[in-house]
């Protein structure tokens, strides 16, 4: 299902084949959380500005509007109108970082919902039905999330409980997959690596997973609160013990600088809902470097938000327009941010492959770690 094209250095071109289509990568993946990219983008726009997979939350989903009616409406793709791969993640970290009052059991997590304070449990056999439910392409297993920084004792526990819930999501979506009932038959399965920032926990956990033979491998539980430096130096730790022939995904991150530097490290797949939600607020990517379009340097100017960009807001739109849309906060001004902002890290994946096809990745590397993490205006 996935091939390894070419490399460069650590940096991989590859293909990810899916009953709902082909992945190039590296890729990364738009963030939908509650199937819909906040800001206004529908799935046509999807389309329109070069995403490959959209990503959704199975906590979030599972709340709102809850995973049976989609199920009985044939699936996440019929119900957003969507015809392209879609990763849900597993709701792990939102359990830990919007549920209110959880305890964590072996059996799963007990908690109350952020949104009406409703008992809830989740545990891996849970998160697999609601992702099957869903019928995404790829479904993410259940995890704990640790807050970086955190004890080493308490990381080595939670790194145990977290493989002994693979299994059980492993074996469960297995069952799952073979009901006549169910939606998608080919749902795959990626595994967690977790182990904060300590890196023979982050060696260990990679290399009990990585026996199970799963369909991708993630590294989770980074953009948490420790340095870039420090994840960079997790990814390094944790990618020679990562199968080769799977796809890797670093989830949360990034960056246009972090993506960069995750694919010279040798990473697949990417998702942050950082373009959107910067954009909502008006800050948004160029290839020039990052600007904030509320500054009142952009009041008169005339020109496109990037004049080297072909989105939907760079054609027909001038900052001055936007900057205006903005302060009369019209919503057509943050939906065109947010198209701006993605089609920028989709096309930004874009020049990321066409540069491996061309043997030129460490140039581009280079070139634009120091662009891309500058500011104009």
């Not at 005339?302 to 004049?307: G, H, S």
Request: glycine share 8%; charged share 25%.
């Amino acid at each position: 299902m996935f091939k390894v094209l070419l490399t460069e250095g650590k940096a991989r071109r590859g293909v990810m084949e899916t009953v709902h289509g082909t992945i190039q990568t590296p890729v990364f993946m738009n963030v939908g959380t509650s199937a819909a990219i906040r800001g206004g983008v529908s799935t046509r726009d999807l389309k329109e500005i070069g995403c490959q997979v959209e990503l959704s939350n199975t906590y979030h989903l599972h709340i709102r509007p809850g995973d049976e009616l989609i199920f009985r409406l044939g699936g996440i793709h019929r119900f957003f109108n969507w015809d392209r791969p879609v990763l849900t993640d597993s709701g792990g970290f939102q359990v830990f970082s919007l549920a209110k009052l959880r305890r964590i059991k072996e059996e799963g997590v007990y908690f109350q919902s952020h949104i009406d304070g409703k008992k809830i449990f989740m545990g891996p056999e849970q998160s697999m039905q609601i992702q099957s439910h869903l019928a995404s392409t790829i479904a993410m297993a259940f995890d704990e999330c640790v807050e970086n920084p955190a004890e080493y004792p308490y990381v080595k526990r939670s790194c145990d409980r977290t493989y002994r819930w693979l299994l059980r999501c492993k074996d469960e979506l297995a069952r799952l997959n073979s009901l006549p009932s169910t939606i998608n038959k080919k749902q795959m399965l990626f595994g967690i690596n977790q182990g904060s920032t300590y890196k023979d926990l982050r060696i260990e956990h990679m290399q009990k997973i990585a026996e199970l033979d799963l369909d991708g491998y993630a590294i989770g539980g980074l953009a948490v609160g420790e340095s870039a430096e420090e994840m960079y130096e997790t990814i390094e730790t944790v990618e020679p013990y990562a199968p080769a022939d799977k796809p890797r995904y670093l989830m949360g991150v990034g960056t246009p600088v972090n993506i960069l530097e995750a694919v010279y490290r040798g990473v697949d797949f990417f998702d942050c809902v950082m373009p959107s939600r910067n954009a909502r607020h008006g800050n948004l990517f160029t290839w020039k470097g990052k600007m904030t379009l509320l500054n009142e340097s952009f009041y008169s100017d005339p020109r496109p938000i990037d004049p080297d960009c072909g989105c939907p807001a760079c054609r027909y739109y001038s900052r001055a327009y936007i900057r205006h849309l903005f302060k009369a906060k019209e919503m057509l001004g943050m939906r065109l941010a947010v198209l701006h902002n993605l089609y920028f890290y989709n096309e930004l994946m874009q020049k990321i492959r066409d540069a491996l096809d061309e043997g030129r990745y460490t140039e581009f590397y280079k070139k634009y770690v120091p662009i891309l993490g500058g500011r104009i205006g």
